[in-house]
């Protein structure tokens, strides 16, 4: 896949703890579009993992949409769009560390957006991807 990342210069770069978020703009010509689902902090089985942790619940988050991925014979690198809903924002951008070891690599265009309540009162994070490959 052609890829480009653009942060125009007329655009603010959104920046927490030294990890520049997202990129504005990603510019990608493929064969393949992949849009995976909302994940949520489940395991294989349903369970709800990291009850009241968000760092946990993130990294189970990464963990299911690298899961999607591979499936499709795609990984994380090729991701350019993501949509977060978190029920804590703040509490979110505690754990930038741990988004940022799923979707650094790829800085997709990224939204997110805090919200009362998920799926179910236990969830604090769900993101949903696309991902584009040749």
Request: no cysteine; net charge negative.
């Amino acid at each position: 896949m052609d890829r480009q990342n653009i942060q125009p210069e007329a655009l603010a770069k959104r920046v927490v703890d030294g990890h520049v978020l997202y990129s504005h703009v990603v510019v990608a010509e493929g064969k393949r579009m992949i849009f995976i689902a909302g994940q949520l902090a489940r395991d294989r089985h349903g369970n709800v993992v990291g009850k009241g942790e968000m760092r946990v619940q993130i990294r189970q988050v990464g963990e299911n949409i690298k899961a999607a991925l591979e499936a499709v014979g795609a990984s994380l690198s090729d991701l350019v769009k993501t949509t977060t809903y978190v029920t804590d924002i703040e509490e979110f951008f505690k754990h930038v560390d741990v988004r940022m070891e799923y979707f650094g690599a790829a800085l997709p265009t990224s939204t997110t957006v805090e919200v009362r309540r998920l799926a179910h009162p236990d969830f604090l994070v769900e993101v949903e991807a696309l991902a584009i490959t040749d």
